[in-house]
């Protein structure tokens, strides 16, 4: 599967709120689906996994959803420390890890 | 707290070959799936290859099979990644990361800062 991350730059302000979109290339289960949070100079951060589960740590006001071939990432009030890229991955059985190529989201 | 540091990367000729380890900490380390992951500015993020908790599975992306080998040493909680006849296109910041389970994994629960290959003439 092919993975295709929209929009590529998202320009917001603090406290408002984010709707990322990734959408596959074919039906996926909800369980292969994470998203990751990257900032300069830093490693990715997984947020969130299975497509809907927070991982350890990550603030409630992140939020992913989404099944068979689309998926989003929701910030509901963005902090200042949101302001960076953000990946969605895949798991396929092949087995395969596939990544987005990233939405920027910027101040 | 976990962490997972990188080491080995560096300058390096087409067609020679390097060895990346990770020294790990902070979790059980024979308990979960280790993982290689690659990032390029050109490319963005690409995993690379996997590992089971015993060895027992080990998985490559297209691109590096029959040159890269990745291994573990469960008592001294480090992975490695052996990479053998490296192209240019093999240069990238390297990662190592942790999978959520021992088998098989879906994702990487957490991802060490990484250390640069450059293959270059």
């Known amino acids: 599967s092919v993975l295709t991350q929209s929009p590529g730059t998202l320009s917001l302000s603090p406290g408002e709120r984010a709707t990322l979109s990734c959408r596959a290339s074919q039906s996926v289960s909800s369980s292969y689906l994470a998203w990751y949070q990257q900032k300069p100079g830093q490693a990715p951060r997984l947020l969130i996994y299975?497509?809907?589960n927070r991982a350890t740590g990550i603030a409630d006001r992140f939020r992913g959803s989404g099944s068979g071939t689309d998926f989003t990432l929701t910030i509901s009030r963005l902090e200042p420390e949101d302001f960076a890229v953000y990946y969605c991955q895949l798991y396929d059985a092949s087995p395969m890890y596939t990544f987005g190529q990233g939405t920027k989201l910027e101040i | 707290e976990v962490q997972l540091v990188e080491s080995g990367g560096g300058l390096v000729q087409p067609g020679r070959s390097l060895r990346l380890s990770c020294a790990t900490s902070?979790?059980?380390?024979?308990?979960?799936?280790m993982y290689w992951v690659r990032q390029t500015p050109g490319k963005g993020l690409e995993w690379v290859s996997g590992?089971?908790?015993?060895?027992?599975?080990?998985i490559y992306a297209d691109s590096v099979k029959g040159r890269f080998t990745i291994s573990r040493d469960n008592a001294k909680n480090s992975l490695f990644l052996q990479m053998n006849s490296l192209r240019p296109e093999d240069t990238a910041l390297y990662y190592c990361?942790?999978?959520?389970?021992?088998?098989?994994?879906?994702?990487?629960?957490?991802w060490g800062r990484g250390t640069l290959v450059t293959v270059s003439s």
């Open positions: 299975g497509a809907s």
């Open positions: 902070g979790f059980t380390f024979d308990d979960y799936t």
């Open positions: 590992i089971s908790w015993d060895s027992g599975s080990t």
């Open positions: 990361a942790k999978g959520r389970f021992g088998v098989v994994s879906y994702d990487f629960e957490y």
